[in-house]
């Protein structure tokens, strides 16, 4: 079966720093794009990052030059580095692979002092 697993969340304050994690399971990990999404209280989910079977990535807006993700294949990760972290981070982040149409069950991220 199909899985992502998020982890990584937490609570911090402005300006601090977390790496997000995505396990997956269940695909061929390596061939596949991968994607990180949140979604703010009232709000619709948007894409944070992208990134390709091929490692090439983009970002939202909002958070070029503070977000980076990237993938081990080996381990079957995905990871969201976010510096910088500002309130209007506050999500929860959710995992996906497009192509499977699969989305993990999120992890919290509370930007605030």
């Known amino acids: 079966q199909v899985q992502l697993v998020e982890s990584g969340g937490g609570l911090v304050q402005p300006g601090g720093s977390l790496r997000l994690s995505c396990a997956a399971s269940?695909?061929?990990?390596?061939?596949?794009?991968m994607g990180w999404y949140r979604q703010a209280p009232g709000k619709q989910r948007e894409l944070v990052a992208a990134?390709?079977?091929?490692?090439?990535?983009n970002y939202q807006d909002s958070v070029k030059g503070r977000f980076t993700i990237s993938r081990d294949n080996a381990k079957n990760t995905v990871y969201l580095q976010m510096n910088s972290l500002k309130p209007e981070d506050t999500a929860v982040y959710y995992c996906?692979?497009?192509?499977?149409?699969?989305w993990g069950q999120g992890t919290q991220v509370t930007v605030s002092s």
């Open positions: 996906n692979c497009a192509p499977l149409g699969a």
């Open positions: 990134i390709t079977s091929g490692g090439s990535t």
């Open positions: 269940g695909f061929i990990f390596k061939l596949l794009a």
